[in-house]
Each structure stands twice: as C-alpha cells, then as structure tokens.
C-alpha cells in the first residue's frame, strides 16, 4: 500500500480559478455523497450549491483521489497519533475506530492490530466480524444527508472523507473553521505592511506599557489592531501610487493591489509580536528605580535600553531553535490562536450566505454586532455601575465580617462566589475555545488550592492568621507591609545587623500555596511531559541536528520529516536557517553581558548563560503543554530559587536571573506562537523573521519612552495600593516580594527557619510524575478518551494563580468553557465553527476601545460618579487588607514568629 503523497498543483488551479456548482466536482460521487462531505465540512447551510466555496470544492476533489486503502492507512495511523490528543472530538476518534475496524469486510485485508494492543486483537476482530454493515440504517437519500456522521452508513464515502480531511485539511475542527486547506499566491511582505505595522506598533507599545502595572490592566489587544489594521490597509491600498523600483536585485511594488489577507495577517503578526506585552525587564526597572522599592539612581536610561534589547531579543535566537517542537508538527495545535486567525478570514475572506441553525448572519457582520454591543455595554461595568465589575455582593451583607470577606470577597479573599462579575474584561471570553479538559481542570484546582488556603490560614500554620489571607506582599512580625530598605546596606546589600533587628518576612496563605504549586510543577511538568511525549521531541531532535548540519545552506528546508498539508505547502517557502537565529542569540548575549558587567549590578554574567542553558531544558516541556492546552508558566520562580542559594543577599542577582529566565521562555513562546499562525496562513519564514525583528526593536524603545514618564512622576500615587486609577503595580508588588525573600534574604534563611516544607514539593512532584505517567499510558491504551481528560500538569498549575489572584477572576470563564466546548461544540459544532472565535474576538476589542477611552476621557483627571454603587465594592474589609489576628495584642511581646535573636 501506498501512503498518498498529493503536492499541491496542476489539479488545484482549475478548481479554485473559477466558481463551480456540485455537478461540476468530484463527478464519481453522488449528489447525496457531495452534500455529506459539504455537512462534514461545515457548509450545510449553504443557500446555493450553484457557486460552491473554494474549500468545499477542494476538498471533494481532494476526497475523490483517495483510495479505500489508502483511507484505511492515514486513520490506522491517525488512531495512534491522537489517541490521547486533547483537542480531536470524542465522536470523531470513535468514528475512526469503527470505520478501521470495519476494514476486513470490505476487503481491506491489512492487520489490525497497528494502532492496539496484541492482547486486544482478538476481541476487535470478534467485534468486526460480529459487525453486518447491511444493518446499519441508511441516514442518507436522494435529497442529501439528515443524520449524525459519527453513525456509520456509508462506508467507502465515509472512511475517505475522514482520511481526506486529516491527509488534506485538518484533524482538528477547531483548526478548520479558521483555515483554508489550500495556499494561494498573493501580495505578502509588503512596504504597505511595515508602514502600517510601524504605527500600530508604537501605538500598542504605548498603550499596553501604560497600563500594565494596573489591576486590571487595559491592553490594546490583538484582535481591535486587526480591525484597525483592515481599513489601514485598505486606505494604503488607494492612496500610495503604483510604482516599482529596484534596489539591486531586488524590486520592490509600493502598491501591489488589493489589501490581501496575508498582507493583514503578517501585518499583525508584526504588531502581535509585542502588543499585548511589555517586556519582563520592566518589573526589573520599575524595582530598581522607584523610591517605593529599592531606588537605585544608578539605572540609567543606557542600563534599560541594554537590558531591554538583550532580554527581548534573547528569546528569539532559542524560539527560532526549537521551532520545530512546537510550530510544525500537527499535534501542536495551539488552540489560543485560532481566533486571530478567525477574525483575519472574516475581515478578508468572502463566504457563501449560509443558513446555520436559523442564524444567516455573516461573520463580518457578526464580529461588528459583537463589537460595538460590549463597547456600549463596557462603559456600564467600568464606569457608570462600578459594583456590576466587582460584584462582591455577598460581602455587602456584613462588610465587617473578615471571615465573610476571606471566603467570598473580590478584591481581598478567596472569592467563593457564584456570580463575581458582570464585566467582560473579567470574565475571560477567550475560556470560549480552549479544551473543556483544561477549563474544568484548571478551575478544579483553583478549588483545592482555595481549600488548602483555608486549612493554613484558619490552623495559623506559619502565623498566617496575623496576615491577610491572599495576598501577594510581604509583611513584618507585625503584620505591617514589610519595607525592604530596612535591612539594607548603602551598596544595597544584605545587612545582617539590620535584618536581627527587623525581622524576617512573612507570607500569606495564599502565597504558600501559590510557591507550594510552583516548586512542584518544575520537575513534574518536565518529567511526566518528556516522558509522554518522548517521540515527537526524538524526532524533533533528529530534524535540528540536521538543520545544523546543513548550516552553510541558506535554501535548506526546514521541513523534511514533516508530511502534513500544511508542511508540505509550506515547503515552497525558504526557510529561516538555524545559523541566522543564532546569530540573534550571540548579539543579544552580548547586550546582556555588557549590561551586568558596565554597570554596578554586583552580577556576575554566569547567571546569562544559567539562564539560556534552564531555558533549552524547560523550554520542550513548556511548549508541549502550551500548545496542546493554552496552559503555560514561567521558569522565574525556579530560576529565583537556585540563584538565590548561589548568590545570597544579592537582590539584583534574582531579579538580572530572572529577567532573563523569564524572557528567555516567555519571548520565545510569543515568537512562536507567531511563527505558528504564519504557518497556518503560509506566509513565508522569512518575512515573518524581519518583520518580528523590526517590531520588537521599535516596540522596545517606544516602550522605554512610556516608562520613563511612569516612573518620573506621571501618575500620581503610582504603585500605591490604594491608587484610585487602579495602578497598583500587582505584578510588580511580586516581583519585588519575590526578589527580597530569595535574594536579600536568601532561600537558606527560608527554608531553614520559616517554611521548612516547601522544598519537599519538588521532591513530591518529581516522584508524583512517575505514576501520572503510568496512568497516561494505560488509559492511552484502553481508553483514549480519558486519557484526553487526564491532564495532571494543568491540575497542579492551577495552585499557582494565589496571592495575586482569585477564583472571581475564573468563575465565569469556567460557565463560558462549558457552555461553548460542552455544548455549543459538540451540539452546535458548524454555528460555533463560523461564530465562537468571532464572538471572543468582538468581546476583546470593544472591550480595549471601551476601557481606553473610559480611562482617558473620565479617570486619568478624575471625574467620578460618588453615588453607592461606587462606593460599595470597597466598603469593609473589602477596602482593607487585614489578618484574623492583631499581632500587637494576641502575639507574645507584640510579633509573631521567631522570637528576636533567633531569626533564621
């Protein structure tokens, strides 16, 4: 038997050059057959079956050159590659068992055990022959198809239009609804497409670094740069002159033509590549520099331009490098892209009226209903109705009640309340389309930790109960915010006289579960991932050895071992060599080197080369999970843990550590998850690379220009607590917690003294990867479907939300998760195919304009609303941070904790 091998070409052209009705494609299948593939591609709800779409006129074509026997072997194949695949349908995986099982009677005659166990050959083959084809009722008739497709009634149409859409299109519907099986030739990287990506660019970077120390904090999404990219284009495409011109061998268009939709996607991708995000070493900046932390007047705007450039750019050389874990292979799904992706094709992309469930609605016109309702609806929650967005309505019964306020509050407890917010921007949309595994897991977890909370804070295990009980600040013996200039030297260094007459930090409840989830997740996510997933990384490691090999050919393909669609419709573009990445890598080392060793950092430049090397070995892990689920971390806890034990006393060895820890892992996942929609778009590799270079070096300088109107006074009140326009620095307050508890004081003095129990939980997530493991492969191979719901690595990853956040900000998301991928997805799957992405999308950006201009226009000069409805998300204890316990009157001699003179 022969595996198809189909490159796109001589059949595809006629195809998708001119409309065709039904009767005009795939002639050797019935009308009935053509309307099943139509139903299976989502398009039942055609009005007219005169002009088909492109896609569904492709892909009956694609069908019709299967064979039976080839069908056979990609669904073997297919049983194995996604038994335990989180993002393929139930239904869908079932359909392709039966459909192989029922191989041998229809004189398919290969074995059947490839894709199960020897044990279970015999009760498969009993269950085939026991199998009368001629019983299964017929779902189809003249008129067309009126069943469910995972019923088997035609069996040579249905195995081939299976095998045709994983062999030509996509095993993932979610995959589908965004993309087209086909490339085509168009206008991509553009002069149009840096002149719009330039602006937008800046205008991001702006937006996104201003408000990025505000709870919660307003960016300027993704999704509302593409609407504002669209009529850019389209202004360009009219006004700029048709003229070519040459420089040396290469002729540049100044205006091609249309605005074409991979002119808009890498547009995007240009913006994408720093909107939304501001570069870790901003909390590095803002620490260091502000009086409110730990003032260093030596941080030059020379230090933060080098730290900047290195750190962003740092994670681009290793993205580049391990593309090929997690941006070619099929499994790497990455669910959290396909909106982006959605809203491009309905911006770009004309479709066919369809009637869908009663719904004719196209999905530009959807998009734009979705948009302008939640900008309407947003100024309600964030402005007019304040308590509809902190809905701590429970709380309003006792305010006073901190028992109430610790179970059920918003902004100071754990938030155990069945209807925490009315606003959007809270109640996460983009929940709509990740795996139910990963919501319903994810929110399980938030549950246990809440619950093992509780159990600390109320047995006072480690003088929590002096404390608040979530909270992500440190505090004194006396339950006061703890200021870290106390115990510092005039180099800013550890002075231990100083710390023996201060004291040591505390944490909250809610902090120890949160490092608790931590320190078990490093080892369990890296042994438990590399062992489920030993293949594709053997693979992937094979395919880089050769790309470093082949280093002096620029033209090399990166693509040899990868037999996809999209792989191999990607292939025509010449790829990014790995010489080139790693070039970026050295000149942002460089950077790095110079940055630690010019200025008075008391760093040593090992901790870069720490960094990186940390990096390659969680990097494969990490992106694993991430783009399986849309559940990622961080490696800055880690990397603050371990430089802490080797530099002690040293904040600035932590914080430089984990700068580039972070960014390393971070940036590299961003540039990838570009890297990962341009090849579902086909935009060429190269391309892509310049664009994301020239964005991250213009975003890194406009973002540096905002901080230093941040941090030299801007905003008043800045990073205070109680800033009435919300900047309260969240992350920051962590990051500094984070650099004075593991590197002024060091994790000896922790673990030795205060929290002795934490250092077990990598020793237990470790040893708990081991039977995860086991269960994994035995439900992978006696039942696939749970093996998909068994996602422990998300489980253990929900623990780590605490201190900083709350179940308010998920509960919601958990009722939309369930809602769309419980229900709407399996009963409704073509209506959310056209319309769930959208839907996000249209919530994100009316959302960001909305917040914007609320913000600007009524909060920047306060002009309040003072009436209740203010007033009462901030009546009590909801207003003040407080613990169960006063420290001055229930603590021996006014503190807790180690008695003086025998701190740890």
């Known amino acids: 038997m022969n595996n198809p091998v189909v490159v796109d070409g001589e059949k595809i052209n006629p195809v998708l050059s001119q409309p065709l009705s039904l009767d005009e494609v795939g002639t050797a299948f019935t009308t009935s057959q053509k309307q099943y593939i139509l139903r299976r591609l989502d398009y039942e709800g055609l009005e007219s079956l005169d002009d088909l779409p492109k896609q569904g006129a492709y892909m009956i074509e694609k069908i019709e050159s299967l064979s039976a026997e080839q069908a056979v072997a990609i669904l073997r194949e297919a049983l194995v590659d996604y038994r335990a695949d989180v993002n393929i349908m139930d239904r869908d995986y079932k359909l392709w068992e039966k459909l192989v099982e029922m191989a ?16 279970d050959v015999e009760s498969k083959k009993n269950k085939v022959e026991k199998t009368d084809v001629a019983e299964v009722s017929s779902d189809m008739d003249e008129s067309g198809f009126h069943g469910d497709y995972w019923n088997v009634f035609d069996w040579d149409l249905q195995v081939r239009t299976e095998a045709g859409l994983i062999e030509f299109y996509s095993p993932y519907t979610q995959v589908r609804a965004c993309i087209d099986p086909y490339d085509e030739d168009m206008p991509c990287e553009t002069i149009r497409v840096y002149i719009c990506g330039i602006i937008w660019t800046c205008v ?15 960016t300027l999404s993704t999704s509302l740069v593409q609407v504002l990219i669209y ?29 074409s939709r991979k002119e808009q996607m890498l547009c995007t991708l240009f913006y994408s590549v720093t909107g939304g995000w501001t570069g870790y070493s901003n909390y590095n900046i803002h620490v260091q520099k502000l009086e409110t932390y730990y003032n260093d007047q030596w941080v030059t705007f020379g230090y933060q331009v080098l730290l900047t450039l290195s750190t962003n750019f740092i994670g681009f050389g290793l993205a580049g490098i391990v593309r090929k874990f997690a941006v070619y292979p ?44 939640f900008f309407l609806f947003q100024w309600i929650p964030n402005y007019l109705m304040p308590f509809l967005s902190t809905f701590n309505w429970m709380t309003w019964i006792k305010p006073d009640d901190l028992d109430l306020v610790n179970m059920t509050g918003f902004r100071n407890g754990l ?106 997740l490093y080892p369990f996510a890296f042994i438990y991932e590399v062992l489920v997933n030993w293949r594709p990384i053997k693979k992937a490691m094979v395919q880089l050895g050769k790309g470093f090999k082949s280093i002096r050919h620029m033209s090399v393909s990166g693509y040899d071992g990868f037999n996809d669609p999209l792989s191999r419709q990607n292939a025509k573009y010449p790829e990014v060599p790995e010489w080139c990445y790693s070039c970026v890598l050295l000149v942002a080392l460089v950077l790095g080197i110079v940055c630690v060793e010019y200025y008075p950092t008391n760093v040593s430049c090992w901790i870069i080369f720490f960094a990186i090397a940390l990096n390659f070995i969680f990097l494969i892990p990490i992106l694993a999970i991430y783009s399986r689920t849309g559940f990622s971390f961080g490696l800055n806890v880690i990397m603050e843990l371990i430089v802490g034990y080797a530099v002690p006393g040293n904040a600035n060895a932590i914080n430089i550590a984990k700068a580039f820890g972070y960014s390393l892992d971070g940036q590299a996942e961003n540039y990838i998850t570009n890297q990962k929609q341009a090849h579902y778009m086909r935009l060429p590799p190269r391309g892509l690379f310049r664009t994301q270079m020239v964005g991250v070096f213009i975003g890194s300088f406009v973002q540096l220009g905002i901080m230093q109107f941040q941090l030299n006074g801007g905003i008043k009140n800045y990073c205070d607590p109680n800033n009435r326009q919300k900047f309260t ?27 002795t129990v934490l250092p077990y939980m990598f020793l237990l997530g470790g040893l708990f990867a081991i039977p995860c493991f086991f269960i994994k492969k035995y439900l992978a191979k006696k039942a696939p479907r749970y093996a998909r719901y068994f996602q422990p690595t998300i489980w253990i990853g929900s623990f ?17 998760n369930i809602l ?27 959302n960001a304009l909305a917040a914007l201009i609320i913000f600007f226009a009524l909060q920047y000069h306060p002009k309040d609303l003072t009436w209740w409805g203010s007033e009462v998300p901030y009546q009590g204890y909801e207003g003040t941070r407080a613990g169960k316990m006063n420290a001055t009157l229930q603590a021996p001699d006014g503190y807790f904790g180690p008695r003086k003179g025998h701190f740890p």
């Open 800 to 816: 780590t939300i605490w201190g900083s956040y709350n179940l308010s900000y998920y509960t919601v998301g958990l009722y939309l």
């Open 204 to 218: 991001g970077a702006v937006v996104d670094q201003f408000f990025s120390t505000r709870q919660p904090s307003i």
């Open 415 to 520: 938030g155990f309340n069945p209807i925490p917010t009315f606003d959007p921007i809270v109640m996460d949309f983009p929940m709509t389309y990740v795996p139910m595994v990963r919501g319903v897991g994810q929110y399980c977890g938030y549950v246990l930790g809440a619950l093992i909370i509780t159990a600390i804070y109320y047995t006072n295990h480690k003088w929590t109960k002096f404390l608040p009980i979530n909270s992500n600040l440190l505090y004194t013996n006396e339950g006061k915010s703890y200021k870290v200039s106390k115990i510092l030297n005039e180099k800013q260094l550890f002075d231990q006289d100083k710390y023996e007459s201060y004291g040591p930090p505390f944490f909250s409840a809610g902090m120890l579960v949160n490092y608790a989830g931590f320190f078990m």
């Open 330 to 373: 099929v499994e790497s799904m990455w669910p959290s892209l396909m909106s982006t992706i959605a809203l491009n094709k309905a911006l770009l992309t004309p479709e066919k009226k369809e009637n869908i469930n009663g719904w004719t609605i196209s999905r530009y016109r959807w998009f734009f209903y979705c948009f302008v309702f």
């Open 104 to 119: 041998p009677s229809h004189g398919i005659s290969e074995k059947l055990d490839v894709y199960i166990n020897d044990s």
């Open 729 to 755: 620095c969240p992350t920051i307050n962590t990051f500094f917690s984070a650099s004075i508890q593991w590197g002024v004081i060091g994790p000896k003095k922790v673990f030795n003294g205060l929290y």
């Open 820 to 846: 769309s991928m419980g229900y709407l997805f399996k009963k409704y799957n073509a209506w959310w195919s056209k319309y769930i992405y959208l839907l996000s999308n249209g919530v994100v950006a009316g």
């Open 231 to 259: 009529p850019s284009g389209l202004l360009l495409s009219y006004i700029l002159p048709k003229f070519k011109f040459k420089i040396w061998r290469y002729t540049f268009d100044l205006n091609p033509g249309p605005w």
